[in-house]
């Protein structure tokens, strides 16, 4: 096996051998390279051929199984490149060839940097495309390109070439995550602020973690009324905001922090966990009966809940575990014991003029974005310790799961408005881009002269899609930890450097003053 594309990759150049860190397989990660080729086959032919509403489907659910924490499970990787199979034969003129993912591994550095960049940055992608295709969304557009790109990754291309492709894949991911936002906000509202707490009441519950609103909103159509509590974990938390789920008085909180914590958090609840999406770790014994998964998740021998999401299993296991028999007061990374969410863009500018006018008396100095992935590395204290070092006259956006690192600590507020704002998912970078936008468009200067710092963190594929938007808009001077993607080449990374000014993560509090300095 060969494996480079997260965050926590060995020694940071690779996973190979037995086994990755993030517990996938030698096998599973062959037949995953081989499900890509496949995909990579089937682009040739949607290109060359007829492609329909199903073949779209195939490639975003092939793509989408592939993400980091998402699935480890050999059959059901084979069942869907057999699926594949059929698909390709049915759309293309012809047989047209798969491509072998061990000529991209033994590629030119450079090369494989710019291709990896662009294959990782569709895996991220589709899963946005995938969940808004559940509510009803798609766009064209976004389709073409999936196949426009999974076509060059098997073909001969220059670095020029490839380099414009890095660029467009960030450029269709931010009408991607336009979709989703839409797809989420149109069906479920737009967010609204909300405390939300970490205690689980007593009785039964069910905790669901990963991206998917609408496998939360069907599970709690089929829990209402039944005596069981629903809690988010992970990157579900937002959902909390959202007014159609928010209404549900059995969502009652949040379980737990980090996704990388669940092996110790999940070993003695008496509860089930549905997982709608990543990050799913290999399930210890002690709770394995306890886990089920749904859509593309799936590991060895859980039980999965197919397309006509019949949560009826995971229902009857919440009843049989029973859940707490007094409430259970728990607390985040630092202590605290409620979090915040549901400040996406209406929500932040509808305070547009407050903030721009607290902007103009110096009241409010700066802002960051400190948002992305969490992660196990024990660098990652970076974002807690850069976020309590923040002065008080500065306010902070948050997104995707790296927020547990700060989400529970209190800094306060600045006349009224709280100084941590959650925006939401990894996807609603979508959400922070607009917030940006319209904030350089009141001071009527451009994003980079806004006094606003992007501090990212990142694990899996999500966070390199969402990147290559922040680049394609041609943001600069981003911080980006805890560690370099090992798939960027030197030479790639000197690009970026130059053109970009992306900088590494450091140390915390000699980034925040080097950032408060340059203003
Ligand atoms: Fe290694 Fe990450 Fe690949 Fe897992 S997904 S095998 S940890 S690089
Ligand atoms: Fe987290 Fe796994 Fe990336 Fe949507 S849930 S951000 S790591």
């Known amino acids: 096996m060969f494996c480079f594309q997260c965050q926590q990759t060995a020694h940071n150049t690779g996973c190979d051998g037995k086994a990755g860190v993030c517990g996938k397989k030698a096998d599973t990660a062959n037949y995953q390279d081989e ?30 199984t592939t993400i980091t924490n998402v699935n480890f499970n050999n059959e059901t990787i084979l069942q869907c490149k057999t699926e594949i199979e059929k698909e390709k034969a049915a759309v293309g003129p012809g047989q047209l060839d798969d491509y072998d993912l061990a000529a991209l591994w033994a590629a030119g550095e450079d090369v494989r940097s710019l291709k990896s960049l662009i294959l990782f940055g569709l895996k991220g992608m589709a899963a946005y495309a995938y969940h808004a295709r559940a509510l009803g969304r798609t766009d064209p557009a976004v389709n073409a390109f999936f196949y426009e790109a999974l076509e060059a990754i098997g073909a001969e291309k220059t670095p020029d070439e490839l380099l414009a492709l890095v660029l467009k894949t960030g450029e269709v991911n931010l009408a991607c995550m336009a979709l ?3 797809a989420n906000t149109g069906a479920y509202g737009d967010p609204v602020p909300v405390t939300v707490p970490l205690t689980i009441e007593k009785g039964p519950f069910i905790v669901v973690s990963g991206h998917d609103l609408h496998d939360l909103k069907l599970l709690l159509d089929q829990t209402a009324g039944r005596g069981i509590n629903i809690y988010t974990h992970s990157e579900m938390l937002p959902a909390h905001g959202y007014p159609e789920l928010k209404k549900y008085p059995h969502l009652k909180g949040n379980f737990g922090t980090g996704w990388q914590n669940q092996q110790s958090e999940f070993h003695n609840i008496p509860a089930p966990i549905l997982f709608t999406t990543n990050c799913l770790m290999p399930v210890r014994q002690s709770y394995s009966d306890r ?46 014991s409620t979090v915040m969410t549901g ?47 923040t002065p008080p006259d500065t306010l902070i956006l948050t997104l995707a799961c790296g927020k547990y690192r700060l989400n529970d600590m209190d800094l306060g507020s600045i006349e009224g ?93 000699t980034d925040l003053e080097k950032i408060l300095n340059r203003q």
Request: with cysteine; hydrophobic share 40%.
């Open 35 to 64: 499900l890509i080729g496949a995909l990579i086959g089937l682009a040739r032919a949607a290109r060359a051929g007829t492609p329909t509403p199903h073949t779209d489907e195939l490639i975003l659910k092939g793509l989408f």
């Open 180 to 182: 989703l936002d839409a």
């Open 417 to 509: 408005i709280p100084r941590v704002l959650d925006c939401g998912q990894c996807n609603d970078a979508y959400s922070a881009i607009r917030i940006a936008l319209a904030l350089a468009e009141a001071f009527g200067c451009g994003v980079n002269d806004l006094p606003l710092t992007l501090v990212l963190s990142w694990y899996e594929q999500k966070a390199v899609c969402i990147l290559l938007t922040l680049l394609y808009l041609g943001l600069r001077n981003i911080y980006l930890g805890p560690t370099l993607p090992a798939f960027v080449s030197p030479n790639v990374l000197d690009f970026l450097v130059k053109q970009y000014n992306l900088t590494p993560t450091g140390d915390p509090k």
């Open 343 to 389: 400040f996406a863009r209406n929500a932040v500018l509808s305070h547009a003029e407050q903030i721009v006018w607290l902007v103009r008396e110096g009241k409010i100095r700066h802002f960051f974005l400190i948002g992305g992935c969490d992660g196990a590395a024990p660098t990652r204290s970076y974002y807690t310790d850069f976020a309590r070092m």
């Open 291 to 336: 886990v089920f998964t749904t859509s593309v998740v799936s590991y060895p021998e859980l039980t999965h809940i197919g397309d006509d999401k019949d949560f009826t299993p995971v229902i009857e296991k919440a009843l049989e575990c029973g859940g707490y028999p007094e409430d259970h007061p728990m607390t985040g990374m630092n202590g605290g």
